[in-house]
């Protein structure tokens, strides 16, 4: 009873006594000029639209005279003259009972249930924890899969980048993740996705088990790109309300790639020229910013283990997006069409992933296992046309013998399940220990 009047106190006490109020000067498309806020107005800050539209907008533009708004939906129904509240930056007041619930970029409730706002507000757009006092990766954690475990080890703190194109099982390999990986709370951010998988991933690919720690957000497709956006940075500040509390944090965001289409669509109607394949020069420092607020925190709070999805379209790893967060993260998992249309999940393409958490997160016993298992999976890829076409005749290479002979074990151990690292390691090293 008492944190429920703390609670209610504080959501009272953050009410506005007073609004300034502006009037639309002009309508175009999705972006309206509004006069009478320019003294007040942020880029970033939200507005209110008066009348019964209940619409909302972020300003994404000052000039002298006139604020430049996007609106979260379509214009119709505005007009000249009409009143626009400024409600200043938008925050979010997360709270431990959002564990198990779904809720939309602007921290409303998206399962019928009423959503209890915390005690304390936080801003979306924070800074990440200071270089100098973050702390260093932490130990390796158990994942559920042998192959996490081992090759391809996640430790406390890393972020990883699960590249993959359209229907090859990354909803899943995220959802086992939520269900299994070591960590405190799960935050799910679902950027762009149809309603309809929404639900789906929530109600079957989650699941109870999965939701039970989890606080999940979701913006879908036909929501407008300031929401999509506002969605993923919701999600970061959730996670880091919970980092703050010493807790370790799983953040998943499906996908990374919608927010930065989100962005773009933002940018270019500011006014901000394209010129990376369609993307503002602004992509990058946004991808960056975002990323860096994942990671080891400082000392006395927790961590955020960061998986976010890359979209891929035709395996073109070097298109803008996927380019630049390879270049930002602390890893990246490849998975493959071909991988998945044979049968193989998580139908992770091992030679084309990489953990940056290696070597220092595996004894120097251990990476000599891994290193054993590239080799072994790089020779048989080196030679597997010649051998599939039956051109290589046994007994003319032992190392491509030997790795002829290995290729069907390491392949189904990337798909095994896992009760645990030594469990993994274990069972790693008693297929390479095998005879011809």
């Given at each position: 009873?008492?944190?429920?009047?703390?609670?209610?106190?504080?959501?009272?006490?953050?009410?506005?006594?007073?609004?300034?109020?502006?009037?639309?000067?002009?309508?175009?498309?999705?972006?309206?000029?509004?006069?009478?806020?320019?003294?007040?107005?942020?880029?970033?800050?939200?507005?209110?639209?008066?009348?019964?539209?209940?619409?909302?907008?972020?300003?994404?533009?000052?000039?002298?005279?006139?604020?430049?708004?996007?609106?979260?939906?379509?214009?119709?129904?505005?007009?000249?003259?009409?009143?626009?509240m400024h409600s200043g930056a938008f925050r979010i007041s997360p709270d431990e009972s959002w564990l198990g619930r779904v809720i939309d970029g602007d921290a409303n409730a998206l399962?019928?249930?009423?959503?209890?706002?915390?005690?304390?507000?936080?801003?979306?757009?924070?800074?990440?924890?200071?270089?100098?006092?973050?702390?260093?990766?932490?130990?390796?954690?158990?994942?559920?899969?042998?192959?996490?475990?081992?090759?391809?080890?996640?430790?406390?703190?890393?972020?990883?980048?699960?590249?993959?194109?359209?229907?090859?099982?990354?909803?899943?390999?995220?959802?086992?993740?939520?269900?299994?990986?070591?960590?405190?709370?799960?935050?799910?951010?679902?950027?762009?996705?149809?309603?309809?998988?929404?639900?789906?991933?929530?109600?079957?690919?989650?699941?109870?088990?999965?939701?039970?720690?989890?606080?999940?957000?979701?913006?879908?497709?036909?929501?407008?790109?300031?929401?999509?956006?506002?969605?993923?940075?919701?999600?970061?500040?959730?996670?880091?309300?919970?980092?703050?509390r010493g807790q370790h944090v799983l953040l998943m965001l499906d996908s990374i790639t919608r927010l930065a289409e989100a962005?773009?669509?933002?940018?270019?109607?500011?006014?901000?020229?394209?010129?990376?394949?369609?993307?503002?020069?602004?992509?990058?420092?946004?991808?960056?910013?975002?990323?860096?607020?994942?990671?080891?925190?400082?000392?006395?709070?927790?961590?955020?283990?960061?998986?976010?999805?890359?979209?891929?379209?035709?395996?073109?790893?070097?298109?803008?997006?996927?380019?630049?967060?390879?270049?930002?993260?602390?890893?990246?998992?490849?998975?493959?069409?071909?991988?998945?249309?044979?049968?193989?999940?998580?139908?992770?393409?091992?030679?084309?992933?990489?953990?940056?958490?290696?070597?220092?997160?595996?004894?120097?016993?251990?990476?000599?296992?891994?290193?054993?298992?590239?080799?072994?999976?790089?020779?048989?890829?080196?030679?597997?046309?010649?051998?599939?076409?039956?051109?290589?005749?046994?007994?003319?290479?032992?190392?491509?013998?030997?790795?002829?002979?290995?290729?069907?074990?390491?392949?189904?151990?990337?798909?095994?399940?896992?009760?645990?690292?030594?469990?993994?390691?274990?069972?790693?090293?008693?297929?390479?220990?095998?005879?011809?």
């Amino acid at each position: 009873m008492m944190r429920s009047l703390d609670l209610l106190t504080a959501s009272v006490r953050r009410s506005p006594v007073q609004r300034r109020v502006g009037r639309i000067q002009s309508l175009q498309s999705n972006a309206v000029a509004v006069s009478g806020l320019s003294d007040i107005a942020s880029v970033g800050d939200t507005v209110e639209f008066g009348s019964d539209t209940c619409l909302l907008g972020e300003v994404v533009g000052v000039s002298g005279e006139n604020v430049r708004i996007l609106v979260d939906g379509p214009v119709s129904g505005l007009r000249i003259g009409q009143a626009v509240m400024h409600s200043g930056a938008f925050r979010i007041s997360p709270d431990e009972s959002w564990l198990g619930r779904v809720i939309d970029g602007d921290a409303n409730a998206l399962d019928d249930e009423p959503l209890v706002a915390g005690g304390e507000e936080v801003g979306l757009y924070r800074p990440p924890p200071l270089s100098t006092t973050r702390r260093p990766l932490g130990g390796r954690l158990s994942t559920g899969y042998a192959l996490f475990n081992t090759i391809l080890p996640i430790t406390r703190g890393q972020r990883i980048g699960l590249f993959s194109g359209s229907g090859v099982g990354k909803s899943s390999l995220m959802a086992a993740f939520a269900r299994d990986m070591d960590a405190d709370v799960v935050v799910i951010a679902l950027i762009g996705e149809r309603g309809r998988e929404v639900n789906q991933f929530i109600q079957r690919v989650l699941g109870k088990k999965g939701l039970k720690r989890s606080v999940v957000v979701a913006a879908t497709s036909d929501q407008s790109a300031q929401a999509r956006r506002r969605a993923a940075f919701t999600a970061m500040a959730v996670a880091e309300h919970f980092r703050d509390r010493g807790q370790h944090v799983l953040l998943m965001l499906d996908s990374i790639t919608r927010l930065a289409e989100a962005h773009r669509e933002i940018a270019t109607s500011s006014g901000e020229a394209a010129s990376m394949r369609g993307h503002p020069p602004s992509m990058t420092s946004l991808l960056a910013g975002f990323a860096e607020r994942a990671g080891p925190g400082a000392d006395g709070q927790g961590d955020i283990t960061a998986i976010f999805t890359v979209l891929v379209s035709g395996s073109d790893m070097e298109e803008p997006v996927a380019d630049t967060l390879r270049g930002l993260l602390d890893g990246h998992v490849v998975l493959s069409r071909e991988i998945a249309e044979r049968g193989r999940f998580p139908a992770v393409d091992i030679l084309q992933s990489v953990s940056r958490s290696l070597p220092e997160a595996a004894s120097a016993e251990e990476n000599q296992i891994i290193s054993l298992a590239r080799q072994t999976l790089s020779t048989y890829e080196e030679s597997e046309i010649m051998v599939r076409s039956g051109l290589y005749q046994s007994g003319t290479n032992a190392d491509l013998d030997l790795a002829i002979s290995l290729f069907g074990p390491l392949d189904a151990f990337a798909s095994e399940r896992s009760d645990g690292i030594p469990d993994a390691f274990e069972r790693l090293t008693s297929i390479l220990t095998k005879a011809v």
